[in-house]
């Protein structure tokens, strides 16, 4: 693994308008970018400053929305650059999360018929967007892929786009990542909860509408409700936040079913336990740190 | 209270100063586009800036109120109708129980705002009413009015707590909807991406608005803009003109491939994969939404300093109408 467990290199700070302050904190995606985007992001909100209005972190840079009329521009770069070197400096590179596992039918219907719709122009019109993804990746099968995108847990390095969508990057070596490219033109038409993936991101599409992603299964539970029926919605209509870190579990059509009802009936709840993500354990044993991880799911 | 649509219009949405706050998890600030024109419906009809106004594009609604109410229209220019019999925009009206409300064909501009005396009372979401579509969030359940909707009106203020005396607006104060603007814009993010040639170009041209815009964005035509090759770095898609996905800034413009820049409005994506290369300043965002599609626009880079000096000039001229 070619990461370093901080990123020590100074970000890059430039201004969006007069309203947005952006921290380009790497060029490329890694762990450690954006570990440092999530942690200068906490660090800020805990400073809780007066006109500062929305504090974003990204994959691998942080935008920050402040009112200039309360809070001069200069007065903000200086305080986000002093969270940078707080975050450069901090000897223990935590973040408190929690990890999550959610049940995805892999090669449903859904998302193969909406595939179907947009073959012409696709990078493989012939075959499915999964047929293409285990190619790319150099693999056997389609039930290879499916089984690699389950394996190891992924972590939820963006949450945006639209209203609760989650960006999540495989907690792999660069060399095992997975990576597809996008559509090469867009869709006009993804179903809702579509587990889709484009370059090195996976995403779970909150909402029905156009992407370019590939599509591989349908997550079974929602991810944003907007009315708040159930639980694990009480206190937010939007569940994902950046820093979560996800285990996809592969269900076929009954369990499918199951949950859809349980979700029907409003009783339904995603099975999760708090944990301390260590970036540096991240990245010197993944597989060994990945099943740890994946074992406090089963309350070890 | 309550306004009974008969007529929807094409989209027309309930909207207030919006909903900052979400956006780390993609959800916009959204809130009236032309926020100066809905301004100056809510003062006219004696409301504060903040109740909830309809903000009409292009077709706008039909409806009756169920009580004698006081509105005012204000925004892109167009005709307004009670029972049929023009009635003047930017001015109080007095409407009676039952009076048909209509509007004509716009004659410029894109959205026009009809503010309530008591403003529009659906539920506040996340600390707003306006309408996130998309997310089927806030406004009158989350989507553009339909016909047969009976939206709330609340409760009017007592005279002199916030809401204007004014009862029309004078010509000099109202803004224009003109066919050639000039947009001022402040290069950065990523336009060190662009030739620079591409950046000269983006910042020389005449754009023409396509009518591919709305409350997310506009995109415009005009010539190709070069981008800079490079070996992309892992994670960020294999043209040139995109990044490691990442948060994007209100105003901010970007250029897929080259070709067509998109500025981001008010119902912003709040990220994704393609570099921005300068941000349209705060004082300059509701002339985006004024204009309608073939406007003629050039982006004029300014400096920081400059955009917080028109900023300050925009708050003054916007106290005025209160005045």
Known sequence: MTDTAVQRTDARYTWGGDEFLFVEIAEAMSLAANYKANAMAALLTARSLPGVTDICPANASLLIRFNPDILPPDRLQTEVRAVEDEVAHSSHQTLDTRIIEVPVWYDDPYTRETGARFR???????????????????LDSPAEFI????????????VGFVAGLPF??????????????????????????????GGCFACIYSVRGAGGYQMFGIAA??????????????DFMIFFR?????????VEEAEYRDIQAQVDAGTYTYRQAPVVFDLQRALDDPAAYNRELLERLDGH | MAINILEPGLATTVQDQGRPGYYNVGIPQGGAMDSLSAEMANALAGNTAAEAVLECTYLGPKFTTDTDAVIAVAGAPVDVKVNGEPRPQWSRLELAAGDEVSFGMLRGGTRYYVAVQGGIDVPVVLGSRSTYTLGAVGGFEGRALKAGDVLPVGTALDVGTGGAERTELEEALRPSFDKEVTVRVLPGLYDHR????????????????TPVADRTGLRYSGPDIVWKPRVQPFGAGS???NIVDAGYAVGSIQIPGGKEPIVLHRDAVSGGGYAMVATVISADMDLLARSAPGTKTSFRAVTLEEALAARAEGRKARSSIWG
């Open chain 1, 120 to 138: 012409k122009g696709h990078q493989r019109p012939d075959g499915t967007d999964l047929d293409f993804a285990a190619e790319e990746n150099g």
């Open chain 1, 147 to 158: 089984r690699r995108h389950h394996e190891s847990p992924w972590l939820v390095s963006m």
């Open chain 1, 168 to 197: 999540m990057f495989q907690i792999v070596p660069q060399e095992d990542q997975l990576e597809v490219p996008k559509y090469l033109s867009p869709r006009t038409d993804t179903p809702a909860l579509t587990v889709g993936h």
């Open chain 1, 221 to 234: 539970a929602p991810i944003f409700d907007p009315a708040q029926r159930l639980a694990d919605f009480r």
């Open chain 1, 242 to 250: 950046p820093g979560d870190i996800v285990k996809f579990r592969s």
């Open chain 2, 194 to 209: 662009l030739t620079e040639e591409g950046l000269n170009t983006l910042l020389s041209a005449t754009w023409t608005l």
């Open chain 2, 239 to 241: 043209d040139p003109s």
